[in-house]
């Protein structure tokens, strides 16, 4: 006997913003009656465990389209429903806080709400390209059939049936097109295979459905024959993958197979640098197959996108998850799949999901984990790795206060001044002469340009290494990280650097207070020296410029590009007491005082230039020096 029902209030205006469409990925109705299809088989598989005879030995999903009649049907072999379970299921949402939410929605006029991730109703989808539903199904349960029919306004009817198999079979009635939309496009084969490989590529039984053959050509067919067109049959063809090379050991998947499955799935011609790949069992159960591309990948549409794909149970959820990956490891590109999730888990949802933050906490320790194995067993595809993304990690040592700090540390390279190649810190501690006792660095593009700061001569003539930065990001980096297991990082252009033995910086303390009337006076017409002293860190060159404890010169730059142009570091002039200019600076304002300003602003500038600095005059630099030449003829 045919029942008719009332769907109460809140499944009214559910189904009434399904139907006026005001989600806009209507597509994802498939996906949704799959998932559904592969749960009730997942069921039927379930009792059939223990009871052999309710076994099925070709479970299978069926998608077919009627064209004629513009009918897509979804049809499985699963564990079918009852009567109370169609009503149960299908007539109502049986699900808190629904009301409150769906009278959100209608006062803010949300164009695009998650609906079916906050009530896990994927059936419901099917009314966003329907204007009649009906479904039939047996139970295993009972051995009962019914249809269950609704337009999806006011009611929904329930009957009795004749259905020779278990399971269910989703009948969609289409929309009629509009200016807008084209539901036909729903009916093509080709739709629906695409629809199929973009979300249930691994649904774990097979999806078949009606695909379009060729006939050969037969052999005394001539070309020009007036009937050209090729004759076609149709075949039931399996259209989805079922086992993602993800839930494989990882002994049965070849270094070849990876491979080819990355430069499939992600657009790229090269193999990737590694993959890693991941089979986690236990309270949180998970697979993951990550991959770095052997160059930046440059896609105008998403270049600026981090983010891992996310399946639940093989059934693809979000194209570019970012709460699985941090921002400095956005080059890293693959897939995380959870038995964990629900189908329908929302993007808020993620956010605060406990099980998504711990697996993207794992899956950033085996990244760190494969990139220090690289380092250690493969330095050549390291450095060649570390060409390209060396940056991000740099930036991910740096962000967040030092946060990463420790799990990134050993994973940074730098150029050796000694050794004339990229080595890590505790490369380089390994390597230091007895009694160094701090990591020396300094700012450079090259080797060549570090050689030539006057900074230089006192460490070369110790022995000491130096680790050259290269990156905008490098000083800021060393900053955060402050040390190395006990050893400060020291710039050789800032500060002391203690490298002169007692006597001779004794020397310099004794002559400083001899001639400290001297460096007032020089101080007084260089206002933009915080000081003027008399350097312990040169031994050829005539000055320097060194900076305050705080920001350098570098870092000035990298601001100033940033237009933080009041951000300077602080400037100190440093004169070599020992060389031939510093003496004659003393001569000459021993007989003409006055000539003292134009000799120290052409020292200052000399040492500026030195730094890379280009001084704010450069006429009158230019006038400065033209007055000496002139001078030291007459």
Request: glycine share 4%; with cysteine.
């Amino acid at each position: 006997m045919k029942e008719t029902k009332k769907f109460k209030t809140e499944t009214k205006r559910l189904l009434d913003m399904m139907i006026n469409s005001i989600y806009t990925h209507k597509e994802i109705f498939l996906r949704e009656l799959i998932s559904n299809a592969s749960d009730a088989i997942d069921k039927r598989h379930y009792v059939a465990l223990t009871d052999s005879a309710k076994a099925c030995d070709h479970y299978e999903i069926l998608i077919e389209a009627d064209r004629e009649k513009r009918i897509l049907s979804i049809s499985d072999n699963g564990i079918g429903m009852t009567k109370e379970e169609l009503v149960s299921h299908l007539g109502t949402i049986a699900k808190s806080g629904s009301k409150e939410f769906l009278e959100k929605i209608e006062n803010e006029k949300t164009p695009d709400v998650d609906i079916i991730g906050q009530f896990g109703v994927g059936f419901y989808s099917a009314f966003m390209v329907a204007k009649r539903i009906n479904v039939y199904t047996k139970s295993l349960e009972n051995d009962e059939a019914y249809l269950f029919t609704s337009e999806g306004l006011e009611s929904y009817s329930v009957e009795p049936i004749e259905k020779e198999d278990y399971g269910t079979k989703i009948e969609i009635e289409l929309r009629d097109n509009t200016e807008d939309e084209n539901y036909d496009t729903y009916l093509e084969e080709y739709r629906i295979k695409e629809l199929v490989k973009k979300y249930s590529d691994y649904v774990r039984y097979p999806i078949k459905t009606w695909v379009t053959k060729y006939d050969p050509k037969e052999e005394n067919a001539k070309d020009d024959q007036e009937d050209e067109e090729e004759h076609t049959h149709l075949e039931l063809e399996t259209i989805n993958s079922m086992l993602p090379i993800w839930k494989k050991n990882k002994s049965e998947v070849t270094e070849e197979e990876l491979n080819n499955f990355y430069k499939s799935k992600f657009m790229d011609y090269q193999d990737p640098i590694t993959s890693i790949h991941l089979n986690v069992e236990g309270m949180l159960t998970y697979s993951a197959l990550l991959f770095i591309p052997k160059k930046p990948l440059f896609n105008f549409n998403d270049q600026n996108e981090r983010g891992l794909q996310l399946y639940t149970k093989g059934v693809f959820i979000l194209d570019k998850c970012k709460d699985l990956i941090p921002e400095y490891l956005r080059f890293v590109k693959g897939l995380v799949d959870s038995a964990d999730l629900p189908l329908n888990i929302s993007r808020e949802m993620l956010q605060e999901d406990r099980s998504i933050k711990k697996i993207a906490t794992n899956v950033e320790k085996k990244i760190l984990s494969e990139l220090g194995r690289m380092l250690k067993n493969d330095r050549e595809k390291y450095e060649s790795f570390f060409d390209d993304y060396g940056v991000n990690l740099k930036y991910g040592l740096y962000e967040n206060y030092g946060a990463k700090k420790d799990s990134l540390k050993d994973l940074i390279i730098l150029l050796s001044f000694n050794q004339g190649k990229r080595i890590s810190f505790a490369e380089y501690k390994e390597a230091m002469p007895e009694g160094q006792k701090e990591i020396y660095y300094a700012v450079g593009k090259t080797k060549e340009a570090v050689d030539k700061l006057p900074q230089m001569d006192l460490i070369k003539n110790k022995g000491y290494d130096v680790l050259i930065l290269s990156d905008d990001v490098d000083e800021f980096m060393l900053q955060v990280l402050n040390e190395y297991e006990g050893l400060k990082f020291k710039s050789i252009n800032q500060g002391d650097l203690n490298l002169i033995d007692e006597e001779n910086a004794k020397k310099i303390d004794e002559l400083k207070e001899e001639k400290k009337d001297l460096l007032e006076e020089i101080k007084k017409v260089l206002p933009e020296c915080k000081d003027v002293i008399f350097s312990k860190r040169l031994s050829e060159a005539p000055c320097c410029l060194s900076a305050a404890e705080g920001l350098s010169f570098e870092m000035e730059k990298v601001l100033s590009a940033q237009n933080h142009r009041e951000m300077k570091a602080e400037r100190i002039l440093e004169i070599n007491p020992n060389h031939a200019v510093f003496q004659a600076i003393e001569k000459a304002y021993a007989a003409d005082p006055t000539s003292l300003e134009k000799y120290a602003q052409l020292l200052y500038t000399q040492a500026l230039l030195m730094e890379g600095i280009l001084p704010t005059d450069p006429k009158e630099f230019s006038n400065r020096l033209c007055d000496l030449m002139i001078h030291s003829v007459e």
